[in-house]
């Protein structure tokens, strides 16, 4: 065997090697540019090697991780832990585990070695989880708090109104008794949403596409978003796979978060909404993901926001969050929130298009 033939068998050997690994593996020269990615690698990132290669990994794996860089010399030196990062990937947010991996001084031109694997689903899948557990016991409360304040205050209610029609028109009891309706009034639209949290009117699906519902929100909104000072982009894919959804639900879920980043940017901004449809190795989604310029979720409250009652606004009821993630968990869907790097918070919606997926690579 020739010298040359020698070392193509040992390279495909390698690559061979390199292929059966059941983690992403990138290999980087010098100038941080990506030599080689193995078959995991691509599978996780759902790219081909042509699109890698020859480019630097800062430029094509975004950190959306504060504080943390794609290319930390000080880490290369010594080889680390996992990291759990998130990061974008042609506009695709990936939770990625990673490290880095060591490389004998001096061998050949590859510089560093980064090890990685996708555990963007299984997070999302344990936050998921963990929230709707904590739901349950919450709604059976609320749901009983709820019914028992409403009857009390139909009563209440008639006899206000009786006392008032007693009343002269222009007196200031009679006054006094409309500011008590409107107290009233709050009180009532606070049970219902409670009730509809506690217990949510059963779901009506039909296969529908996403996007009408959503520009219809958008464009309903259109006044408040002017008044406010917010630029809108839309960026909505042109067809979307039809999915179960029963319309009036998926509306208000919608709304809520509109509303939430409308709140979020009191003094203007931008309002970036997507929508798409994704294809991971076990499944298809349709995503809606909505990146507002706002003040972004405190770190401290970054566990609370989808709790029932949990509001940092003044007149905030605390349910538009927890009412949502209810609607999408009846819909089979998932929804996550991220603040952004640059300033502002990210809700993405993920919802399963029910059709088997063609495109599972494993199989
Ligand atoms: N886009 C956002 N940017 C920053 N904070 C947000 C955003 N969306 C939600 N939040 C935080 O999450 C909290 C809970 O939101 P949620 O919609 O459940 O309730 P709320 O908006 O306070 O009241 P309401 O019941 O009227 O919707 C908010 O009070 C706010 O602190
Ligand atoms: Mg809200």
Redesign the pocket.
Known sequence: MSESTLAKSSEQLAVHLLDSLDFGMIALDREHRILHANRKGLEILDTSSTSLVGREIADVLLSRTPGFSLWPDAQLLAPGEFQEVMLEFEGRELILQLRWLEVAPGEREIHAILAFDDVTETMGEIEFQRTVDRFSSVGELSAVIAHEIRNPLTGIRTTIQYVASKLEDKSQLRSDLGDSITELDRIEQFTT?LLQFARPKSMQLEEDDLSPILSKVLDNLDQSFKAAGITVKRELADSLPAIPIDPDAIQQVFL?IV???I??MPTGGQFRVSTSSRRYRSRQAVEVAFH?T????PEE?FDK?FDPF????PN???????ISLQIIKEHGGRINMRNRAGGG?T?RLSFPVPVPSDGDRRS
């Open positions: 949403d809520n509303l939430n980043a709140e979020a507002d706002g003040c972004g979720i409250v926001v949990f509001t940092t606004r905030g009821t605390g349910l538009g969050l927890s918070a809700f």
